[in-house]
Nanobody
């Protein structure tokens, strides 16, 4: 079982950058695949990016490819999301999540969720 806590969300202007982090705690947390999800007002939660437990595999939603970078530091039990070229469409609550199965992350059904952090991008 793992616990996750996201942080770093803030308000920026379009074109700006932002970094989110997520603290991952619990037994064998480095064995979990991790991901970032977001939910905009009135929309369903969507997958943004995911990273395998070793860090060698990554997934990005088409809407963020080339702009967002996911990374992890297993020694520090941290997950990161570096976001650049932000647009108003990136606004939403961002959640970090974890699962032992990669397929569950890609299916947007991870077992463990952290609380969200608000990202607001002014147009």
């Amino acid at each position: 079982q793992v616990q996750l806590a996201a942080s770093g969300g803030k308000s920026v202007q379009a074109g700006g950058s932002m970094s989110l982090s997520c603290s991952v705690s619990g037994s064998s947390s480095s064995r979990y695949h991790l991901g970032w999800f977001r939910q905009a007002p009135g929309k369903e939660r969507e997958g943004v990016a995911a990273i395998g437990n070793s860090g060698s595999s990554t997934y990005y939603a088409d809407s963020v490819k080339g702009r967002f970078t996911i990374s992890r530091d297993n020694a520090k039990n941290k997950l990161f999301l570096q976001m650049t070229g932000l647009t108003h469409e990136d606004t939403g609550v961002y959640y970090c999540a974890a699962d032992r199965l990669w397929s569950n992350l890609l299916a947007r059904k991870p077992t463990y969720w952290g609380q969200g952090t608000q990202v607001t991008v002014a147009p």
